[in-house]
């Protein structure tokens, strides 16, 4: 079974595509918990048990929360976090997010799904997509294809009415990245015309902006700065999480969290926040400008502009998405589920689903990709470390494109080929990919000539021919880095660590979740009412060790209960 | 692709019906798998792009009629008949699809002269159903700077009136005009001037309304005053340049900089603003390379030697790192002085002994100079040990009778001390003070005159080449008098008073030129321009041939020993021939060159 799935900043969705009499829809499967989304968090309790999504992200201020989150941020990089006594690597947690998906899809359906369609942000660069790939396999899935998160969302948004749609443009603006994708859909053919984004810049940076700017009046007693600053710094995020959300309702909004047993609390304005994300808000346009020029098409002539991701749901940026189009924007689609559905239509693109029979996807490769070059200087000099260009940003995939370079001095024996992504115009700002030295015949500089030829398809495999036509040599690079190599050695041994993790089983995930919260709740509230939490929990702890199901329930349905109320109604 | 291959490729005929190509396009596009044939797949896109192109050109022309240019962007036209704006909009749209492939067809403002007014009453006019306004003239047709092949105007953001006072398109306007001054059509390759201080103030309160509008607009309107002021400001570079800073921090220019999309123009403000953020660096003392860059913007002339403090190493970095990040800051540096330390090492070591001696000697008559100057200054504000307490009336007297007298001689009977202490307080004290030095050295009335008078002399050219212009032109017409008077003297007393701007007493001024001195004097008195001198600075200036030649007409004196003495060298004689032929020469000449050869005579 293919299944559809949305790897985010801050949840995770997954969907299939069903066949029905109408032709076949894309539906979203719920967890555990009955909820479409599971917050992208993984958490190791101290008896090394891990836990996913809801429950682990209640633990993450705790004292020993061992909490992980946003890790997508740090796809493609070497960076390990630390959650217990393990260090995990980003794709190993986005792992251990995607094998949660893939058991709620065996829970909902009965069978085990083996393929999948993950998707990324149109502008993760080459290492952020095989990240995410190497992840879909630690996770045991078979990564059919990489899709762009704006394209699925395109996708899912077109194919609600099947009508034709002269270009609309998607605004994704996700937990922790932002793309911009231009797309138009016509006689079944949903055309990408255009990407552009930034992957540093999502709904996080929000909550990052308000917590800095309360920090200091908050706290000015230092309290925080006595913690780990690991934890201070999640307890910030959350509670600045919650005060944006306050934000979207009102005018002003509470900034408040509990820590040690002290409560610290202020109010924050809708205009301070505003003020506090001018910064960010520009950011938004750079990308947007820069598809549009791609693709040569004027904001006034876009159909519609379509939101996706859960930060577009900011008062803030609808406002300022309203300023550069100057129109209000389409939120038709649910910007936290078009996703992972958009997935899920891919997935039954694959599989030639009846129902999509009809509908085919062309994409664009939102990045440059080219060699190093050297050149002489108007001075005489040789500079070295140029960019040139082989496949143009935005370019149609796939596509196959190649160049011709020559030597620069006499006698060169060989040429190496180093292969970047990026639009610097020096290397040394773009990402290396790769790189193969090709062997020439020794002669005057200049006079021996190779081609170098970029194939790209649809998922995002780079493979690279050059030719030698003086002596006829042909060489082939399937672009594999260095992780790569490294990985396909220990892919095998790295996948078996993590299904010997000890996991909580399903079907005790609301229990979990359950007592995940009690511990929060305990160390958010104060005096008596804290009493009363930690008694309930002890409580419902030895009610779940009764294993007596009748007596878990209530003992469940109590403390929920309690927890419900004093939520709703907080006691200070 | 040429277009029969397109149709074929198609599989179409020949249709400017833009839905038969794209259902064409659409039915191969699902009759192949694209990544088994990339090529295949490349070649339908480029024949549906080829007859998408064509179909647009052959729909064109009627499109031009109906809209008068302005296809598919002036939706209040099409839609003031129409009771309901939202349909008529929606239709409009339809319209639009014909050309979705690309922008609309760029529009010509310029040829239609009604059109700023017309879209201008349009302006205010605020759809209500769609919340945006078809408001204003784009900036560029009202001011016709060649156009953005896919520029065009757009829709406006909410903000239906931008400014009720002066629209954004006027400020851009403005802007303009401040920045292409009406150059005479010889004064092509000339540089232009740079903004005057009320051209720069006004041109910045115009820049920041043009930045805050952009701000407040949609994201194409946006890009187009950002391709717009780019264009703009490389164009009118460098009297664009006070306005370089908050434009590129509005636009983020400097995030594109080393991009391979970087716009041409946006390329070359980079350059400059980087150039200007490291003379800005360099300019402050602490720079470790300040040192050398002030020795390379210090005018060299004829004798200079290299600074002395100033390692060659720093000079060597500066040099090639101004010539490898920032060629266009080099124009700062002197290049005479440059020239001095290009010359390779070896070069140098020949006269290394000699230099190091003539620093001495020099450092050494710095320092007697400075001592003596030290003990002048002093004087005037009494705190050396002030003359024997008790002068007589008759030293009193005798002293004001040689003040008088040098007054009389210098700016004409009407002008006393009193006089001059209410005019130029200071100067005054300069008289008394070297009066009392005269006595106490007891030097004659004559002497002390010949000494004031230099004093104020050197006032007057100092100030004159500040002043520049009509005053410059004056003080050059009596020096050159004056040098003609001691020429007759000598040639050494000629290029004595070039050098040391002192004249030798022996001299005899005609009574004429001093009049004509006088007068000019008591002139700059009254409008306080002889006030302390500022320091005079040596340069250079170039001398156009036709002026050479006149200069050989005037001296007498065969070309090539004119221009070794311009360049300082030959013999007195024809060194103080050559300048003062050169003064009269400059004086007389109508080219622009005139001021900047007095500047340096």
């Given amino acids: ?572 | 692709m040429t277009p029969t291959q397109a149709w074929q490729v198609l599989g179409i005929k020949k249709t400017p019906d833009v839905a038969a190509i794209r259902r064409a396009y659409a039915e191969r596009l699902k009759a192949m798998d694209i990544d088994k044939d990339v090529d295949g797949y490349a070649r339908l896109r480029e024949a549906r792009d080829a007859a998408l192109r064509w179909a647009r050109m052959q729909a064109k022309p009627a499109v031009e009629d109906e809209f008068d240019s302005f296809a598919g962007v002036t939706p209040i036209d099409a839609s003031e008949p129409d009771p309901q704006p939202a349909r008529a909009l929606e239709s409009h749209q339809e319209s639009e699809t014909s050309s979705w492939l690309y922008a609309a067809p760029s529009a010509r403002g310029e040829a239609d002269p009604s059109l700023t007014t017309r879209l201008g009453d349009n302006a205010p006019k605020l759809d209500v159903t769609t919340g945006f306004s078809a408001a204003q003239a784009p900036a560029e047709q009202a001011i016709g700077v060649g156009r953005d092949p896919f520029a065009r105007p757009v829709l406006l953001g909410l903000e239906a009136t931008s400014d009720a006072v002066m629209p954004a398109w006027a400020h851009e306007q403005a802007l303009h005009r401040l920045l292409y001054v009406d150059e005479p059509q010889d004064a092509r390759d000339a540089t232009p001037p740079p903004l005057e201080g009320w051209e720069e103030a006004m041109a910045l309160g115009h820049l920041k309304a043009v930045l805050r509008h952009a701000e407040t607009v949609s994201v194409t309107a946006f890009d187009e005053i950002d391709n717009w002021l780019a264009r703009l400001l490389t164009g009118a570079w460098p009297r664009s340049a006070p306005l370089l800073e908050p434009a590129a921090a509005v636009f983020g220019w400097e995030s594109e900089r080393g991009q391979v999309s970087e716009r041409p123009s946006v390329a070359f403000l980079n350059a400059r603003l980087r150039g200007l953020r490291f003379r800005e660096k360099v300019l402050e003392p602490k720079h470790p390379l300040h040192k050398a860059w002030v020795e390379l913007t210090t005018p060299a002339q004829q004798g200079s030697r290299k600074g002395w403090f100033v390692k060659r190493a720093d000079v060597e970095q500066l040099l090639a790192g101004v010539r490898k990040n920032f060629p266009e800051i080099e124009h700062h540096f002197d290049p005479w002085r440059v020239a001095l330390w290009d010359k390779p090492e070896g070069a140098d070591t020949g006269s290394g002994w000699f230099s190091k001696t003539r620093l001495w000697i020099f450092a050494a008559i710095l320092v007697v100079q400075i001592l003596r100057f030290a003990l002048a200054d002093r004087t005037p504000d009494g705190s050396t040990p002030p003359p024997p307490v008790a002068l007589s009336a008759s030293e009193i007297a005798e002293d004001g009778k040689a003040i008088q007298g040098a007054l009389n001689r210098i700016f004409g009977p009407e002008i006393t001390l009193d006089g001059l202490k209410s005019l130029q307080p200071d100067l005054a004290a300069l008289f008394t003070a070297n009066r009392t030095i005269a006595r106490s050295d007891g030097s004659d009335a004559a002497a002390y005159t010949a000494k004031v008078h230099d004093l104020v002399r050197e006032r007057m050219y100092a100030t004159a080449l500040v002043e520049k212009g009509p005053l410059l032109a004056d003080v050059q017409q009596v020096r050159a008098d004056l040098l003609r008077a001691a020429r007759e003297v000598g040639a050494a007393q000629c290029m004595a008073f070039v050098r040391t701007r002192r004249m030798d007493r022996q001299v005899a001024v005609p009574d004429a030129v001093l009049g004509a001195e006088r007068k000019l004097a008591v002139r700059m008195l009254d409008a306080s321009q002889l006030g302390p001198p500022a320091r005079i600075a040596p340069g250079n200036a170039q001398v156009p041939g036709a002026l050479v030649d006149k200069v050989m007409t005037l001296s007498g004196i065969p070309e090539e020993r004119i221009r070794k003495a311009m360049n300082g060298q030959g013999s007195d004689a024809d060194q103080c021939a050559v300048t003062i032929a050169l003064i009269d020469a400059a004086l007389a000449w109508p080219g622009k060159e005139r001021e900047a050869i007095l500047s340096v005579l």
């Fill in chain 1, 1 to 572: 079974m293919l299944i559809g799935i949305d790897l985010g900043t801050t949840n995770s969705a997954v969907a299939l595509w069903q066949n029905n009499e109408d032709g076949g829809e894309a539906v979203l499967v719920p967890n555990a918990l009955g909820a479409a989304l599971t917050p992208s968090a993984v958490s190791v309790l101290p008896d090394g048990n891990t836990l996913v999504g809801a429950a682990a992200l209640e633990r993450v201020g705790l004292k020993d929360g061992a909490t992980a989150t946003s890790f997508k941020r740090l796809m493609g990089t070497d960076r390990k976090q630390k959650l217990g006594k393990k260090e995990f690597s980003a794709e190993e947690l986005s792992a251990l997010v995607l094998m949660s998906l893939r058991d709620d899809v065996t829970a909902h359906t009965g069978t085990r799904p083996t393929e999948a369609v993950i998707t990324v942000p149109a502008y993760f660069n080459d290492r952020q997509r095989k990240a995410t790939r190497r992840a879909g396999e630690l996770a045991g899935l078979t990564v059919r294809r990489l899709i762009n998160e704006p394209t699925a969302a395109a996708l899912a948004f077109g194919l609600q009415d099947k009508e034709e749609r002269e270009p609309f443009l998607v605004f994704d603006l996700g937990g922790g990245t932002f793309d911009v994708s231009i797309v138009e859909m016509f006689e079944g053919i949903v055309e990408v015309r255009a990407s552009a984004g930034d992957n540093r810049l999502g709904g996080d940076d929000f909550n990052s902006a308000i917590a800095t700017a309360v920090r200091g009046r908050l706290d000015p007693d230092g309290l925080l700065g006595k913690i780990d600053e690991r934890r201070a710094e999640a307890l910030l995020l959350q509670a600045a999480e919650r005060t944006k959300r306050g934000l979207s309702d009102g005018q002003d909004a509470e900034f408040a969290l509990t820590v040690e047993g002290a409560r610290l609390s202020t109010t924050v304005t809708a205009s301070e926040f505003e003020a506090q994300a001018e910064g960010l808000i520009r950011r938004l346009r750079d990308p947007v400008v820069r598809a549009l020029r791609d693709s040569q098409i004027d904001a006034a002539s876009l159909s519609e502009v379509v939101l996706v991701g859960g930060a577009t749901r900011m008062p803030l940026v609808r406002k300022a998405i309203t300023r550069l189009f100057g129109r209000f924007p389409n939120s038709s689609v649910h910007p936290d589920h078009a996703v992972a559905l958009g997935a899920a239509i891919q997935g039954g693109l694959i599989a030639r689903d009846s129902g999509l029979e009809e509908i085919r996807i062309t994409d664009v490769c939102p990045f440059t990709l080219g060699i190093e070059t050297a050149e002489h200087s108007a001075r005489g000099t040789v500079q070295q470390g140029l960019f040139s260009p082989i496949i143009e940003r935005n370019t149609p995939v796939p596509v196959s494109r190649s160049g011709v370079f020559s030597t620069m001095g006499d006698g060169q024996k060989q040429i190496e080929v180093k292969i970047y992504q990026g639009e610097a115009r020096e290397v040394s700002g773009n990402v290396h990919l790769g790189q193969l030295k090709v062997p020439v015949p020794p002669r005057p500089a200049g006079e021996v000539a190779i081609d170098v030829r970029f194939s790209y398809d649809s998922s995002g495999l780079l493979e690279v021919d050059v030719e030698v036509p003086l002596t006829g040599a042909k060489h082939n690079l399937v672009i594999i880095d260095e992780e790569d190599r490294k990985a396909a050695s220990d892919l095998e041994s790295r996948r078996k660590a993590l299904a010997a993790l000890k996991h909580h089983p399903r079907e005790e995930a609301t229990n979990q979740m359950l007592l995940a919260r009690a511990e929060r709740c305990y160390e958010e509230f104060l005096g008596d009412v804290r009493a009363v939490v930690g008694d309930r929990t002890r409580m419902f702890v030895t009610a779940l060790d009764s294993q007596d199901p009748r007596r878990i329930a209530d003992a469940a349905a109590d403390l929920s209960g309690l927890l419900d109320m004093l939520e709703a109604n907080p006691p200070l």
